[in-house]
Structure formats: structure tokens, C-alpha cells
């Protein structure tokens, strides 16, 4: 297990990272997310090795990381553009993590082979670098990186310079590989959906310090505050009466018949606190179109696009909203319409801002 104990990185009188404090058990991938200058690849090459720390220390397996050079730590570490060498095939960089592992000859061949089966590339053993695209050099890299054995995978940015339906392909198939393989891994992204897709546990940072982690479903459905909310997509943040009324019709909608899990779910985490002084947060296209909703709406507009259309609101007590519809034509503007909550759009936070 990875255990960093109240790091601080600085640079001059500039505090990167501030008294961090996370834990990565064996065979979990924990994303570290948040926006640039953050710290969290100040935090990422701390834990590398690659930067002093000024407070607090690294441990792996019990063992005191301080002194440790980088080359030393068994760890391996992934970049944006995956650092292939220009000079090798691909089956020569995968080969050369392993040949530093001291596998050569045949035994080399056959688990260059398994790795690039793994990452699903292949047949590409003879190919350059220079022909490959950018999703599949970070293949060979992430490859390359199994192939050494690491203890510790470390993971800075990896899919950022790709476009986005590029990453949210390799982000699914990463997370694939890394369990099957059951890799301990320490990613850093500012992308949600990457950290979504692939990591197990999610810690949110914001100037410097970790100010939530856990589980990443629980995350998501949890912010610890207004401001994660919103770096995480919500858009409406709530509080007092419009607040409580949205956990009430979420309790409703799952004791209406035909419900769904979902929908029980949210509700059993909302019912108690609807009456407690609760604050949620309301994603984009927070609403349903529902005969029977518990809040009136007007229509304000809608807007279409290649996954349906987007019904624009103003809802009662809430404000502007949006709803999705599938099918159909959309309500006519100033049209009154009935609308209930979408249990998976609505976050509780656990904290008040």
C-alpha cells in the first residue's frame, strides 16, 4: 500500500501542495482530480521521487521512501505523450522494460506478446513508433510499463492530448487492463469522465490540499461542498426549501410503482434528510417530464442535437433547469408543464456552501 502522510511540495515561497494526506491499498486505482495548478502532479512527482518534499513523508509497503531515488522505488511512471523510443519497435520498448527485469529470448517474446494482446494491439510487435496514432503509443506504453513489473503505477495526465471520444474509448479499456492485472495505480487527471472510467477511488484536490476522498460512486454522489459540486458538472446548487422539496418528491418518485433502483436509493439518502436542512446539487437536465411531477415548470425554450432534445425550464422554486426528451416534440414555449427530479442528477452534499 501506497501511504502519503501529510506531504507539502513547495517551490520558493509557493506551497504546490499543502499537508496531503492519501492512502492507495494494494491492487486499487485512485484518481486524484482536479484543474490545473492544483498540485496534483507537483503531489504525483513527489511521490515518484521526482520532487523534495518539505513536510510529511512517502511510505510503500511500510517501507520509509526518503533517501529512496526515483530508479529504486520499483514504481513506473506514464505521460501524455507515453515517451516511446523513436529508435525500437514497438515490441522493442516493451522488451525493454522486461530485458532491465533481466527476461530475454524466448521468454521476452512470449510476454511481449501476452502485454500487447492485453492492451489489444496485436500484430503491431514490428511497427514505429512514428506510425502509430495517439491512442495506440499509449497502448505501447502502458505496456511498456506492465512489462516492468512496477509496484506502483503512476499515472500523470496519460490521455489528455487525445480528443475526447478517443479518450473515453482507451479510458474504459485502461481500466479494463489495470484490474485484470491488478495493479496498484496513482492516476492524476482533470477530467472527470476519465477518472470516473477508470479509478476505483476518487480524491478531489483544489489549491494544494485534498479536500474529499473515497470511494468514486460516492464521490460523485456525495460532494463535500458547493465548489466540488460544481467542478464535478452540477450546475444548480440549492439550499433550504428548494433544497428540501427536491429530496421529498425524490422519496415519492421511489414510492411510486415501477421505480427503479436508482430512484430507491436516492431516496432512502434523501428521505431523512429533507428534514434535516439538506443541500443538493442538480445537474444538467435535472428534470423529468412527468403529468404528475412535483413541481411546475414553464418552457423557456429547447434545443436539439444528436442525442435527443433539451426542453429549457423554469421551474418553480428551483429556477432554470433542463429536461431531456428522447421523443416526441417538445412542449411549446411558455407552456406550463409538470416536472419531477432525476434521482441520478441530484447529489446531496455533505457539507453546507
Known sequence: MLSVEGVSVRFGATSAVDDVTLHVPAGVVTAVL?????????????????????????TFAGEDLAGVPTHRRGFAMMFQDGQLF??????????????????????????????????????????????LSGGEAQRVALARALAARPRLLLLDEPLSALDRSLRERLAVDRRRVLTETGTTALLVTHDHDEAFAVADRTAIMRAG?????????????????????????????????????????????????????AASSAARSTEAAAAAGPVVALRRDAMLLNPDGTFQAVVTGARSGGDGTRVLLDVEGIGESSARLDSGAAPEVGVTVRVSPRPAAVALLTTPG
Open 34 to 58: 482536479g484543474p490545473s495548478g492544483c498540485g496534483k502532479s507537483s503531489l504525483l512527482r513527489a511521490v515518484a521521487g521526482l520532487e523534495p518534499l518539505a513536510a510529511g513523508r512517502v
Open 86 to 131: 523513436a529508435h525500437l519497435d514497438v515490441a522493442g520498448n516493451v522488451a525493454y522494460a522486461l530485458a532491465r527485469k533481466g527476461i530475454r529470448g524466448p521468454a521476452a517474446r512470449a510476454e511481449v506478446d501476452r502485454l500487447l494482446a492485453l492492451v489489444g494491439l496485436d500484430g503491431y510487435a514490428a511497427r514505429r513508433p512514428a506510425t
Open 209 to 261: 490540499r485534498l479536500v474529499q476522498e473515497g470511494p468514486t460512486a460516492q464521490v460523485w454522489a456525495h460532494p463535500v461542498d458547493a465548489e466540488t459540486a460544481r467542478f464535478l458538472g452540477y450546475v444548480t446548487v440549492l439550499h433550504g426549501d428548494a433544497a428540501a422539496r427536491v429530496c421529498r418528491a425524490l422519496t415519492l418518485c421511489a414510492a411510486s410503482p415501477g421505480a427503479g433502483a
